[in-house]
């Protein structure tokens, strides 16, 4: 049997959560994510301002320090939650040293609108908007990878 670490990645989810200005929060959710509503996790990774200044929209990006007080919750479909209050640093992408802790989820069907952060203590309200962004790893049910795989630029469906 092959370990689910080993399975390869195919699919790639760029996800920018924002954080409206004069806000001062405790939890923030993630946005319902059309594209993998239906998709597999297999892997989480958090980027902060260390890694770039500012997100695709030109927003600026949450602190490192910031999100040193950050707790990811993960809910499934059937109201479980299969990650509780894990740490936000254990997913954070690279930086000062390379965190390989954030690949360890093996298929599981995410409820994004019921997942969050939670900031203990509250984030402190700034002027301006931040944006905490967030790359998701997945891959949909073996059906749906097989059918995708049979399009290529030589086979295309006219």
Not at 107 to 129: C, E, H, I, M, T
Not at 131 to 153: G, H, R, W
């Amino acid at each position: 049997m092959v370990s689910s670490c080993l399975l390869p990645i195919v699919r790639h989810e760029w996800v920018e959560i924002l954080i409206s200005a004069n806000n001062a929060i405790t939890r923030l959710y993630f946005p319902d994510i059309a594209n993998i509503r239906n998709a597999h996790l297999r892997s989480i990774e958090l980027y902060t301002g260390a890694n770039f200044a500012v997100g695709v929209q030109n927003i600026p990006v949450l602190s490192q320090l910031n999100l040193q007080t950050a707790w990811l919750t993960l809910q499934s479909y059937d109201g479980r939650e299969f990650v509780h209050q894990r740490p936000a640093q254990d997913f954070f992408a690279f930086g000062a040293a390379i965190n390989f802790n954030f690949r360890d989820f093996v298929g599981q069907r995410v409820n994004w609108p019921k997942s969050y952060f939670d900031f203990v203590p509250p984030l402190a309200a700034v002027a301006n908007d931040r944006v905490l962004p967030v790359s998701i790893y997945y891959q949909y049910d073996e059906e749906a990878e097989k059918e995708s795989k049979i399009y290529t630029f030589s086979k295309k469906l006219i």
